[in-house]
């Protein structure tokens, strides 16, 4: 048995190693906040770490010596790529819905996954096994597994893109500001894990018309080796629980009339949460309240507190901001924040403020809301519009 351990393998060894204790880690601190996306992005490390274990054991001569002692190892389930897709799903809902809980109905994700390990050691235990996996229906029975994998994987992807940026509108209707409730770098671990997928499809089909052997697929499970040492570190510092009410945010936007893409087509009459007459009534009222009163000085200020403030309920006060200022609640909240700036920027009692300083005088709470929030509202980054305004050009930060 060749137990020579190349640069190629130690690469893999080191990414399996650190998944795998990272993922214990994950572990521990889910078990320590009750926080179940935690589990998810464990199971998902401890999976991907196992998809490189067939290859790893490839370079070791493992493949080799258990033929020699008369077993093959060829369809032993190191891994399980159907566990990817709905790992991922639920690892997004997790995060984005603070109240989220296990299911039964969340199990059925995994009868796939399932049905995989079922076949694959019913096979690997028979004492035919190489003869089935080189007969007609052996290569059947592989190819259909390639072929289920990428419809079925990339359903999920699809659906966690969805939730990821329906969660992204859901926030903006109740926060002004959203923070690290944006959770941007899971739009990137999203497309980082859509890029992989493409990468695995391309090597998949030349594989078709090319034998690559374990050494050919190598680059693919570096690339695997990449995404997982990726997810381990964003993982572990970014996952946080949630305090987002997903489903009540849910109820509250089409309570508020607001158009949800995955909404069903009704055709009977919606009972809207104001009247038009109530709304051409209450849009002055508020216009003149966030004015005298600024509560948007406020860094903590939602849609609750500010209907609260000004005697409707949430769905009331959601249906007004929109179909009354064209806006949802965080623009609406931080057009009077972003004026608040402008304003700074001109007053002489302001002056010795940096760009930043003025931008939490006026109800932001980071740096990363407040450029997003003045882009999104200007078209131009803050430093941009105050420097083309005949403004003296400010840093954005006092470093």
């Known amino acids: 048995m060749n137990y020579d351990i190349n640069l190629r393998s130690l690469l893999l060894l080191i990414a399996m190693l650190q998944g795998l204790v990272v993922a214990g880690l994950l572990l521990a601190r889910g078990l320590r906040r009750r926080q179940q996306a935690d589990f998810f992005l464990t199971a998902l490390l401890f999976f991907l770490a196992c998809s490189l274990i067939e290859h790893f054991i490839g370079f070791l001569g493992v493949y080799d010596y258990a033929r020699e002692q008369g077993h093959d190892l060829t369809f032993f389930p190191f891994d399980n ?33 399932l049905l995989y390990y079922i076949i694959h050691f019913t096979v690997w235990a028979l004492p035919t096994t190489d003869a089935i996996l080189t007969s007609t229906p052996g290569h059947i029975l592989q190819l259909s597994f390639i072929i289920l994998f990428y419809p079925v994987t990339g359903w999920y992807v699809w659906q966690s893109f969805w939730r990821f940026y329906h969660y992204r509108q859901l926030i903006e209707q109740e926060y002004a500001n959203t923070g690290r409730m944006t959770l941007d770098w899971l739009r990137i671990f999203l497309v980082a894990l ?67 893409s995955d909404a069903p087509v009704n055709t009977a009459p919606v009972k809207l949460a104001l009247s038009p007459e109530a709304v051409a009534l209450r849009r002055p009222q508020l216009a003149a309240f966030m004015e005298d009163q600024k ?105």
């Open 81 to 113: 790529p159907f566990v990817f897709g709905p790992l991922t799903l639920l690892y997004v809902r997790a995060l984005t819905d603070g109240q989220y809980s296990w299911t039964r109905r969340d199990g059925w994700h995994f009868v796939l996954p």
């Open 194 to 260: 859509s890029a992989y997928l493409v990468f695995d499809l391309i090597f998949t089909v030349i594989a078709q018309w090319n034998n690559f052997w374990y050494t050919g697929w190598y680059w693919l499970n570096l690339t695997r080796a990449l995404l997982l040492y990726y997810i381990s570190v964003t993982g572990w510092a970014f996952a946080q629980k949630s305090s987002v009410q997903y489903y009540a945010l849910e109820k509250r936007a089409v309570d508020a009339g607001q158009v949800l």
């Open 295 to 399: 509560p948007w000085l406020d860094p903590e200020l939602t849609l609750s507190q500010l209907a609260e403030l000004v005697g409707l309920n949430a769905s009331q006060l959601s249906f007004l901001v929109n179909n009354g200022f064209g806006q949802n609640f965080n623009d609406f909240v931080n057009t009077y924040r972003v004026a608040a700036v402008k304003t700074k920027l001109g007053a002489p009692d302001f002056q010795h403020l940096t760009l930043l300083g003025m931008a939490f005088e006026s109800g932001f709470n980071s740096k990363a809301t407040f450029n997003r929030a003045f882009k999104k509202l200007t078209g131009q980054a803050p430093s941009v519009w105050s420097a083309q305004s005949g403004f003296e050009q400010r840093q954005i930060s006092n470093d």
